[in-house]
Nanobody, 119 residues
Framework: EVQFVESGGGLVQAGGSLRLSCAAS????????IGWFRQAPGKEREGVSC????????YYGDFVKGRFTISSDNAKNTMYLQMNSLKPEDTAVYYC????????????WGQGTQVTVSS
């Protein structure tokens, strides 16, 4: 059974930073791509970032613009998202997800962690 444990969300002022973590189980990181998407109330799901565990290739949504960094520790089946220079429009629930590859949709995801950025 695929499971995700997300942590690191919270309330931060604009310009601040948060580091999200996702510990996954039930699959082997190296065989898949893993990433984050987010969803704000009343808005559609939005891809944030993805990393190919096999070769480390990374992808980011256009809105990230160098503010976020995704990384993974394959030995621990854990993924991280370092978010800097946060903006109020980054407020959303952030979900950890697994993909067959970064060009495709998420096939399974966690419960999400709330990120709230105050102005």
């Amino acid at each position: 059974e695929v499971q995700f444990v997300e942590s690191g969300g919270g309330l931060v002022q604009a310009g601040g930073s948060l580091r999200l973590s996702c510990a996954a189980s039930g699959f082997t990181f190296e065989n898949y791509a893993i990433g984050w998407f987010r969803q704000a109330p009343g808005k559609e799901r939005e891809g944030v970032s993805c990393i190919s565990s096999s070769d480390g290739s990374t992808y980011y949504g256009d809105f990230v613009k160098g503010r976020f960094t995704i990384s993974s520790d394959n030995a621990k089946n854990t993924m991280y998202l370092q978010m800097n220079s946060l903006k109020p429009e980054d407020t959303a629930v952030y979900y950890c997800a697994v993909h067959l590859d970064c060009s495709g949709p998420a096939v399974s995801w966690g419960q999400g962690t709330q990120v709230t950025v105050s102005s």
